[in-house]
């Protein structure tokens, strides 16, 4: 079982940035990758960025230049620096811990979700 828990959401305005944080119950050199995922209503869960246990990142497109995902492993806690916001990345940001076992199976584990709001 892991379990993680977001925190750093909130209101902010356009252009403004905001950190959000994902803490992990495991330690995260045991966790192939992790990723921060939103979901904005009416609208599907997306990928926003993720990393693996050996610093490879990837981004969404649309946050490409202005999200930066890095990870603390003495810390067990993933982070999402977000910087000049837009309207449109409002929506509940998930963070996602995926393990992979030896078997091939790969298990998922996600947070409870923490709101991001990006007023005009």
């Known amino acids: 079982q892991v379990q993680v828990v977001e925190s750093g959401g909130g209101l902010v305005q356009a252009g403004g940035s905001l950190r959000l944080s994902c803490a992990a119950s495991?330690?995260?050199?045991?966790?192939?990758?992790m990723g921060w995922y939103r979901q904005a209503p009416g609208q599907q869960r997306e990928l926003v960025a993720a990393?693996?246990?050996?610093?490879?990142?990837n981004y969404a497109d649309s946050v490409k230049g202005r999200f930066t995902i890095s990870r603390d492993n003495a810390k067990n806690t993933v982070y999402l620096q977000m910087n000049s916001l837009k309207c449109e990345d409002t929506a509940v940001y998930y963070c996602?811990?995926?393990?992979?076992?030896?078997?091939?199976?790969?298990?998922?584990?996600w947070g409870q979700g923490t709101q991001v709001t990006v007023s005009l």
């Open positions: 990393i693996t246990s050996g610093n490879k990142t």
């Open positions: 495991k330690s995260i050199s045991s966790i192939n990758a």
């Open positions: 996602k811990c995926e393990i992979t076992v030896i078997s091939g199976t790969v298990y998922a584990y």
